[in-house]
């Protein structure tokens, strides 16, 4: 979940070949010469891009790995922290010139609308947000070792707890809900299911409210029944098409 705000992205946090295209722009000969909005179509582009190949390396682990699951199960807490770092490097990598970093202590961050911050506990940075994405793999790695895969409403309650959590700690600067999406779908297979939401579409404003709202409630609801619901209703749909 992050904020709809629009916000610039100053010039010297811009990857260099953005800036360099950027600098054939209308908007840069215009004048618009120290920063980029993070709504522009440059921005999304190379975004997209990055979520693509965060979606196709995970497309050749599967391809090359004889069980998923095991593999994931036995990963350590910080395999699974430098895979989402690594992650972040390339979803970002063609945007920002620092990325992959987790957030440092007092770094402002974006999540939903003001105040809910306090809302959900956002972790404030540093060595906090290390501590709670520890805890998030090492609950990650038990989950998998122990739930029934033939018991659906297990399977998107774990799916749904664990894509709540991993927003909420909010570990990166941005980026967190699309990570987040990826790693459900990675979990998602690794469970002997199809892929559910790496690939939402963030421009379908029914299906984002609703998906938001979804992880809104988790905030007063540990067992983020509207989410589980949600993702239910996804894999259904998706499992429907394929059919």
């Known amino acids: 979940m992050a904020s709809s705000e629009r916000y610039e992205i100053a010039l010297e946090d811009i990857a260099k070949p953005l800036w360099r295209k950027y600098r ?103 060595a906090e947000v290390y501590n709670e994405l520890f805890a998030l793999a090492r609950t990650l790695v038990n989950r998998l070792e122990s739930i029934k895969v033939s018991d659906l409403d297990e399977v998107c309650r774990f799916l749904a707890q664990f894509h709540y959590s991993f927003i909420r700690i909010h570990p990166f600067f941005d980026g967190n809900g699309r990570i987040a999406r990826v790693v459900t779908d990675q979990l998602s297979v690794a469970l002997g299911y199809i892929p559910i939401i790496a690939g939402f579409p963030r421009n379908n404003a029914d299906k984002k409210r609703i998906y938001h709202a979804a992880i809104h409630d988790c905030a007063d609801d540990s067992a983020c029944i509207a989410l589980t619901n949600w993702i239910k209703t996804q894999l259904e749909e998706k499992l429907h098409e394929i059919i």
């Open 24 to 126: 054939k722009s209308a908007e840069y000969k215009s004048g618009r010469r120290y920063s980029i909005n993070s709504t522009h179509a440059l921005v999304r582009s190379a975004e997209e891009q990055g979520l693509n190949n965060v979606i196709l390396k995970f497309a050749h682990q599967l391809e090359a790995s004889e069980d998923i699951r095991r593999d994931f199960i036995q990963r350590r807490e910080s395999d699974w922290i430098d895979d989402w770092k690594t992650m972040h490097r390339t979803l970002f990598g063609l945007v920002y010139r620092e990325c992959g970093s987790l957030r440092p202590r007092g770094h402002d961050v974006r999540f939903g609308d003001p105040g809910d911050e306090e809302l959900h506990h956002i972790p404030c940075g540093g």
